[in-house]
């Protein structure tokens, strides 16, 4: 079965530092994402992106955060200037251009901010 | 704004005995519901989506529009069931986003 594979699986980064996770969605999946899972808290919307664009952003993507395709196969976050809050496990998710169908998620990437 | 509520943080029940993972949401527009599974911190796998109304795992959730709820059931827990549930609705438009509750742990006892 296809799958989303995330890097690294664990980052450690200093505050203030730039941070980039990496995700490769399946192959033929149209829309990606990016959610947020802060230790023993809920998953947390990001961002959604279709068609080389932000289709739509939470009030959490501030200008800290950015997303890029930058080859048709990775998709990207970046964080500018990391912060100690921005500790988390962080998500990628694709789908198909199906309606209906579910979200295949990565194994995701654990940030920890020092 | 959509929301979904699971009220249960934590449920506790024996091998053999039923399960009910409760979910309720919030939406203006037609929902799609989903359960997802997230077993010992891996990866978020889809368990259920209520629009092709199928069991997986023994599990079953109907869509309950009227009490705007969409509880996970199955009639007898196994050990391997024990994981984090998320309910999760699909909104429409932008980019589909899914709205997640804060979970339930499930913990099968022998």
């Known amino acids: 079965e296809p799958e989303v594979t995330q890097t690294p699986s664990h980052q450690v980064t200093q505050m203030g530092q730039e941070v980039i996770l990496r995700c490769v969605p399946i192959?033929?999946?149209?829309?990606f994402y990016w959610y947020r899972q802060i230790l023993g808290q809920k998953v947390e919307f990001l961002v959604s992106?279709?068609?080389?664009?932000?289709?739509?952003k939470s009030e959490i993507f501030d200008d800290q955060f950015s997303v890029e395709r930058p080859d048709g196969s990775n998709f990207t976050l970046k964080i500018r200037s990391t912060k100690l809050e921005d500790s988390a496990m962080y998500f990628c998710?694709?789908?198909?251009?199906?309606?209906?169908?579910?979200?295949?998620f990565g194994s995701g990437t654990r940030l920890t901010v020092v | 704004a959509q929301r979904v509520t699971q009220p249960e943080k934590l449920l506790s029940v024996f091998k053999g005995a039923p399960v009910e993972l409760k979910c309720n949401y919030s939406?203006?527009?037609?929902?799609?519901l989903f359960w997802y599974v997230q077993y010992s911190r891996q990866r978020l796998q889809l368990l259920l989506r209520?629009?092709s109304r199928e069991s997986i795992k023994g599990f079953t959730a109907d869509l309950n529009k009227g009490e705007t709820s969409f509880h996970l059931k199955k009639p007898f827990a196994q050990e391997e069931d024990s994981a984090m549930y998320y309910c999760?609705?699909?909104?429409?438009?932008?980019?589909?986003?899914?709205?997640f509750g804060t979970g339930t742990q499930l913990k099968v006892e022998l």
């Open positions: 192959s033929n999946h149209l829309y």
């Open positions: 998710a694709s789908r198909t251009g199906t309606a209906n169908i579910g979200y295949t």
């Open positions: 999760a609705l699909r909104s429409g438009g932008g980019g589909n986003k899914l709205t």
């Open positions: 992106f279709y068609n080389n664009e932000i289709s739509e």
């Open positions: 939406y203006s527009g037609s929902p799609e």
């Open positions: 209520h629009i």
